[in-house]
């Protein structure tokens, strides 16, 4: 066991294991590791990181304000805490948060609620975060709307799958005959449709909170769109905020063997030959962290899946990563994991204090089996010679959660250095955007050809259009009655449609 191999911080009562880390493998240059340091440095100084948008990149910021490089920035992020600190967001007797967002907006409240919910809280979180009707139909009934605060996030204020939530929650106030603006607090950027709406004299809303451009929704969590659910639901939000910080500063140190964040990226690197090859299997051995893997889902393969490196050069980069929890996972895909396709790196993650001691068979408890499962795996997974690397903290408590979240993301902007992409833009989910514009531009143009003559998706959808795509919305305009479909009995192409009686 070697210093390169273990690392191990007292302060934070943090462990970084890579006893069983990659074997040999590519490595980056001492200079590229140099480099990548020194762009993390430029970065939190307020260089512009996310080259193709000229912007900087503050999440960074968010955890300590005094690192921002002008005092706008500061007064910005320290409104929130100011607010936070004032007082009650809401009258005690509501016992609900229901939060109206999507992508980074969601998961990371989501992840806190898993990991910090417990019976005593003052207020229970449910979201809404997809455009799916039965779902929210599902949501909005099963709780006490006359007891519940709105968290309306959204940073451009128009997100569709926001919007739509937010529009279906205003219709259930409504039917209620209660008043939504008394209810509703937004957290968008500034100047936005939402930020207008919440700032309406006729009705305005609870509060505002800002999100800025300088922050993404993957790197959010530390800023209103966590601080703010954290605060309602009687989470510690600034034990959290602690966490994050105190890992940001070990992670900021420029010798790799000290710095457990550029550790697990050169560990990414090496596993995956600087290209990828390898998953990243999340298995936090913990139910409290069982959202760890979605969550770091979003942030790793939406951060360093990219087409193009910063030069311009194809590179198809990415991480793909996936996970649920330990000893679960044990009984799903570990099977392929150890003895099938070699294309995985495990990451453990634990917490040396495990809650309550239950006992069980022979003098053992719960908890005894619990490591004994994580240790069992890392070590048959060992036989097989399939890396793995462990990562230890305390507890699932705020302080180590922000920890957590914080050697995550600082890992993910160093590896993208490594590989020389920007981790601070997402032309693809851009992409999925304005294909779903065409979608419904397409979708109001075949409700207006519908007529009573039955036609197929063709000649309904005009000459250039996708018939594919064309064929597939009627049946959609079909199963919601608005359109008619006429069934054939040849290929699906000869379907006809035509409008309702």
């Given at each position: 066991?070697?210093?390169?191999?273990?690392?191990?911080?007292?302060?934070?009562d943090?462990?970084?294991?890579?006893?069983d880390g990659?074997?040999?493998?590519t490595?980056?240059?001492?200079?590229?590791?140099a480099?990548?340091?020194?762009?993390?440095v430029?970065?939190?100084a307020?260089?512009?990181?996310n080259?193709?948008?000229?912007?900087?990149?503050?999440?960074?910021?968010?955890?300590?304000?005094?690192?921002?490089?002008?005092?706008?920035?500061?007064?910005a992020?320290d409104?929130?805490?100011e607010?936070?600190?004032?007082?009650?967001?809401?009258?005690?007797s509501?016992?609900?948060?229901?939060?109206v967002?999507?992508?980074?907006?969601a998961l990371?409240?989501?992840?806190?609620?898993?990991?910090l919910?417990?019976?005593?809280?003052?207020?229970?979180?449910?979201?809404?975060?997809?455009?799916?009707?039965?779902g929210?139909?599902?949501?909005?009934?099963?709780?006490?709307?006359?007891?519940?605060?709105?968290?309306?996030?959204?940073?451009s204020?128009?997100?569709?799958?926001?919007?739509?939530?937010?529009?279906a929650?205003?219709?259930?106030y409504r039917?209620?005959?209660?008043?939504?603006?008394?209810h509703?607090?937004?957290?968008?950027?500034?100047?936005s449709k939402l930020?207008?709406?919440?700032?309406?004299?006729?009705?305005?809303?609870?509060?505002?909170f800002?999100?800025?451009?300088?922050?993404?929704?993957?790197?959010?969590?530390?800023?209103?769109?966590?601080?703010v659910?954290?605060a309602?639901?009687g989470?510690?939000?600034?034990?959290?905020l602690?966490?994050a910080?105190?890992?940001?500063?070990?992670?900021?140190r420029?010798?790799?063997?000290?710095?457990p964040?550029?550790?697990?990226?050169l560990?990414?690197?090496?596993?995956?030959?600087g290209?990828g090859?390898?998953?990243l299997?999340?298995?936090?051995?913990?139910?409290?962290l069982?959202?760890?893997?979605?969550?770091?889902q979003?942030?790793?393969?939406?951060?360093?899946?990219k087409?193009?490196?910063?030069?311009?050069a194809?590179?198809?980069?990415g991480?793909?990563?996936?996970?649920?929890?330990?000893?679960?996972?044990?009984?799903?895909?570990?099977?392929?994991v150890?003895?099938?396709?070699?294309?995985?790196?495990?990451?453990?993650?634990?917490?040396?204090?495990q809650?309550?001691?239950?006992?069980?068979?022979?003098?053992?408890?719960?908890?005894?089996h619990?490591?004994?499962?994580?240790?069992?795996?890392r070590?048959?997974l060992?036989?097989?010679?399939?890396?793995?690397?462990?990562?230890?903290?305390?507890?699932?408590?705020?302080?180590?959660?922000?920890?957590?979240?914080?050697?995550?993301?600082?890992a993910?902007?160093?590896?993208a250095e490594?590989v020389?992409?920007?981790a601070?833009h997402?032309?693809g989910v851009?992409?999925?955007?304005?294909?779903?514009?065409?979608?419904l531009?397409?979708?109001?143009?075949l409700?207006?050809a519908?007529?009573?003559?039955?036609?197929?998706?063709?000649?309904?959808?005009?000459?250039g259009t996708?018939?594919?795509?064309?064929?597939?919305?009627?049946?959609?305009?079909?199963?919601?009655?608005?359109?008619?479909?006429?069934?054939?009995?040849?290929?699906?192409?000869?379907?006809?449609?035509?409008?309702?009686?």
């Amino acid at each position: 066991m070697t210093r390169a191999q273990i690392y191990r911080e007292p302060q934070l009562d943090f462990v970084l294991d890579l006893i069983d880390g990659p074997k040999g493998g590519t490595r980056p240059t001492a200079e590229t590791v140099a480099r990548a340091h020194r762009a993390m440095v430029e970065l939190e100084a307020g260089a512009v990181a996310n080259m193709d948008e000229g912007r900087r990149v503050g999440h960074y910021w968010l955890r300590d304000s005094s690192l921002a490089p002008d005092p706008q920035l500061r007064a910005a992020i320290d409104y929130t805490h100011e607010v936070l600190d004032a007082g009650p967001l809401a009258p005690s007797s509501w016992n609900t948060v229901l939060l109206v967002g999507i992508g980074g907006s969601a998961l990371g409240p989501q992840f806190l609620a898993r990991a910090l919910a417990s019976r005593s809280d003052p207020r229970t979180l449910h979201c809404l975060d997809n455009t799916d009707p039965e779902g929210m139909a599902a949501t909005l009934g099963g709780i006490d709307l006359a007891r519940t605060v709105v968290l309306v996030v959204s940073k451009s204020g128009g997100t569709p799958e926001t919007r739509n939530g937010m529009l279906a929650t205003q219709a259930a106030y409504r039917d209620a005959g209660l008043p939504f603006h008394e209810h509703a607090i937004a957290i968008t950027g500034p100047g936005s449709k939402l930020d207008r709406l919440a700032r309406d004299p006729a009705a305005p809303w609870r509060q505002v909170f800002g999100i800025y451009d300088w922050v993404g929704g993957r790197t959010s969590v530390t800023g209103p769109v966590g601080l703010v659910p954290m605060a309602l639901c009687g989470w510690d939000w600034r034990a959290f905020l602690d966490g994050a910080r105190a890992m940001d500063a070990v992670t900021r140190r420029p010798e790799a063997h000290e710095n457990p964040a550029m550790q697990l990226a050169l560990a990414w690197f090496a596993a995956g030959e600087g290209r990828g090859d390898r998953a990243l299997v999340m298995l936090p051995y913990r139910d409290r962290l069982a959202l760890l893997g979605k969550y770091l889902q979003q942030l790793i393969m939406e951060s360093i899946g990219k087409r193009l490196d910063r030069s311009g050069a194809l590179v198809e980069q990415g991480l793909v990563v996936y996970g649920n929890k330990g000893s679960t996972d044990q009984h799903a895909y570990v099977q392929q994991v150890r003895d099938g396709r070699n294309d995985t790196f495990v990451h453990f993650i634990d917490t040396r204090l495990q809650g309550p001691r239950v006992p069980v068979d022979d003098g053992f408890f719960a908890d005894d089996h619990l490591v004994g499962f994580l240790l069992g795996t890392r070590a048959a997974l060992r036989e097989r010679g399939r890396p793995t690397v462990s990562i230890q903290v305390r507890d699932a408590s705020a302080r180590s959660v922000g920890q957590l979240v914080a050697l995550f993301e600082r890992a993910v902007g160093f590896y993208a250095e490594l590989v020389d992409i920007n981790a601070y833009h997402q032309p693809g989910v851009e992409g999925g955007k304005r294909g779903a514009k065409v979608a419904l531009s397409l979708l109001q143009s075949l409700k207006d050809a519908l007529d009573d003559a039955p036609r197929t998706a063709a000649e309904l959808g005009g000459e250039g259009t996708d018939v594919w795509m064309s064929w597939r919305l009627l049946h959609h305009l079909a199963a919601t009655g608005r359109a008619i479909s006429h069934g054939a009995s040849g290929p699906p192409v000869d379907d006809r449609f035509s409008r309702p009686s």
